[in-house]
């Protein structure tokens, strides 16, 4: 691809952005910054505010307060055909009047380009429908839609390229795929890609960074592999796969931190935790279902020492495949989540069986005990 | 039996055939008497072949005023009904302000209306203002009825397009204006042209309230009435059959247009 628009400090930055309809606060103000040639996700259940935020930047949605920066200027004022920022709709918007070359070229005859059949072939090629140019929009399968609508943009060369859940018309098997497409391009054309899902697993594949945004505001922000392994609210705990949280009181805070949880004692290593330490206070302690071994009641013994343990005794367990699912009711949690790799099943380990789960202390992570433990499951205000 | 047979599997085929018979019948005999050469003053028994009435259809002293004057009246109409027409449709989907529920009842009030009773009513109007009845009443009357066929078949075309689809195009560096000529009023565009050809043909043949609203002015229609009360002249029947074929000719090429577009996408 010819890249005509090689912009330096091309970051968008918003600060203090803010959007209200009437009573109802869609977004609170709201600071962030998306580097220039990043792939950055807003990720949040709906009514979060993230569309409504990749709409400001669009231009489609005017900011109550705030300002709206693009590699330095300011585009708060913009309407949305002057900024140089294009948006892929989650239904996609072709033009159904139009054909595909037209459909693509959309954007350049607008801006008085005259010559566009190179660009136009160029482009189509890149989203692999030179084929189709000539078809009309409604002729094409859902993911030839969308590539479309991709190339409808990326053609005008954007400083930016705004995502509104692109995927989520398509079923799963399409799903995987685009997103590897879409991550393909991004890397071969280099512009800035944001990204608003509510699929938190694509959210995790695709961008090189995250925003989970939850009532309004950003919850937090990072790698996905960073917010994953360390989630600082009980929202994107829960909200980015699965976590058993495990409320306990904290008894010593000498090295590492020492709870008092479920009747045992848990450790957990004082930089994993978010929350104030002092002893005596409560504190939620986080374990991803994956990093718990389980282990029948009658082999406690082989257990190595220095081990976070927890018993219990299973009550629900469903076999998927690639892993298999535990349900254990315990002192701890009535429901913790456990999934076992399926390379040597123990067959004892059946509803009903006495266990010891185990894990590794260095994977807990501490959270703040004054949320609510539930928040992400239910969208739910929580402060940070 | 096996005529039963053979009825029973083409019952479909007959009976939209003897529909279709019963539709165009009656244009097939103002085609066929507008080659006869009747005898007397009325147009009403075959005699015998002739091209006369085609060769001058003008012939009968006022037809062709009249026609030229229902035409231009049905042109300004249907332009002003189909402008107003799809900026209510428009407005009424689009925006929300207050009493719009009510306004979009009211808009069907003029077709629920008994035209006589409408016609009546406009010329009581008219008269208490003083309005000076012709052409312009008439073309205000023929606005006011058409105006809601046009708003009912653009408001169906609008409330089923995507208001993404301006969204994106104004994201495509498309100013307001670029949007609304490049994207909204092309897609729009069947359902405007549904009503414009609707109000054209309403206006074109409206004789009930155009009678009680013209004054000394004659319409085509009021041409036809007033003459077959004492003769009904073959130049008639020629305008009709015209008229006929020229709107057939506009559905067969518009036909024609989408089929070789629909081609040419697929091919």
């Known amino acids: ?384 | 039996m096996p005529v039963l047979h053979w009825i029973r599997r083409n019952l479909i085929v007959i009976a939209g055939l003897l529909t279709l018979a019963y539709m165009i019948l009656p244009n097939i005999v103002v085609m066929v008497f507008s080659f006869n050469k009747p005898n007397g003053r009325f147009n009403y028994e075959w005699q015998r072949f002739s091209l006369d009435a085609w060769k001058d259809p003008c012939g009968v002293a006022d037809l062709c005023g009249s026609l030229s004057l229902s035409l231009q009246i049905a042109f300004w109409a249907t332009l002003g009904a189909t402008v107003l027409g799809t900026m209510v449709a428009f407005a009424l989907v689009r925006y929300r302000f207050r009493a719009r529920g009510a306004i979009s009842s009211l808009i069907f009030l003029p077709m629920a209306m008994p035209e006589v009773v409408m016609a009546a009513s406009l010329l009581t109007l008219f008269l208490n203002m003083g309005a000076q009845l012709g052409f312009w009443t008439v073309l205000i009357a023929h606005i006011m009825f058409c105006l809601s066929f046009v708003v009912t078949a653009v408001k169906a075309r609008v409330m089923s397009m995507d208001p993404k689809l301006e969204e994106a195009a104004r994201d495509l560096y498309a100013g307001p204006v670029q949007t609304f000529v490049r994207v909204t009023l092309p897609i729009a565009a069947p359902g405007i042209a549904a009503g414009a050809m609707l109000a054209f043909a309403l206006s074109f043949d409206d004789f009930i309230i155009t009678n009680f609203n013209a004054g000394s002015t004659v319409t085509f229609p009021m041409f036809v009435w007033g003459s077959a009360q004492r003769g009904t002249p073959v130049q008639i029947n020629v305008i009709g059959t015209a008229m006929f074929i020229i709107a057939v000719m506009v559905v067969l090429v518009g036909q024609v247009i989408a089929s070789r577009r629909k081609n040419n996408a697929q091919s």
């Open chain 1, 1 to 384: 691809m010819t890249q005509q628009q090689q912009t330096a400090g091309g970051d968008v930055r918003l600060a203090g952005i803010s959007k209200t309809y009437g009573s109802f606060t869609a977004v609170q103000p709201l600071d962030l910054t998306v580097p220039q040639g990043s792939f950055f996700a807003l990720l949040g259940a709906s009514g979060c505010g993230k569309t409504t935020t990749l709409r400001m930047i669009a231009g489609l949605e005017e900011a109550t307060t705030g300002t709206v920066f693009l590699g330095g200027k300011d585009i708060t004022d913009l309407p949305p055909y002057k900024r140089p920022v294009n948006t892929v709709f989650q239904s996609y918007a072709l033009f159904p009047h139009l054909d595909i070359t037209e459909n693509v070229a959309f954007g350049l005859r607008r801006r008085g380009i005259k010559s566009v059949k190179k660009q136009v072939d160029d482009m189509l090629e890149l989203v692999q429908l030179g084929d189709f140019a000539h078809r009309k929009p409604h002729q094409l399968s859902g993911g030839q839609q969308q590539r479309v609508a991709v190339a409808r943009a990326l053609i005008n060369h954007p400083q930016v390229l705004l995502l509104d859940e692109p995927l989520g018309a398509l079923d799963l098997k399409l799903r995987r795929q685009m997103q590897l497409e879409l991550k393909r391009i991004q890397t071969e054309v280099g512009i800035t890609f944001v990204h608003v899902t509510h699929d938190q697993e694509e959210a995790m594949t695709m961008a090189d960074t995250v925003a989970v945004m939850n009532g309004g505001r950003v919850e937090q922000l990072g790698a996905p592999a960073d917010l994953y392994e360390n989630p600082r609210t009980t929202f994107v705990a829960n909200f980015l796969g699965t976590s058993n949280l495990i409320e306990g009181e904290i008894v010593s805070t000498g090295g590492d931190l020492v709870v008092a949880a479920g009747g045992g004692k848990l450790t957990l290593p004082r930089e994993r935790c978010s929350a104030p330490t002092t002893s005596g206070g409560r504190l939620l302690l986080g374990i991803r279902p994956e990093k718990i071994s389980l282990a029948h009641a009658d082999d406690a013994d082989d257990i190595a020492a220095g081990r976070n343990r927890v018993t219990g005794r299973i009550t629900d367990s469903s076999f998927i495949g690639v892993s298999t699912q535990y349900v254990v009711e315990s002192p701890a949690g009535t429901a913790l989540q456990v999934y076992e790799q399926n390379i040597e099943r123990d067959t004892r380990l059946l509803p009903g069986a006495e266990v010891v789960l185990h894990w590794n202390p260095a994977h807990t992570f501490g959270l703040d005990a004054a949320q609510d433990i539930d928040a992400g499951a239910t969208s739910v205000e929580d402060a940070e």
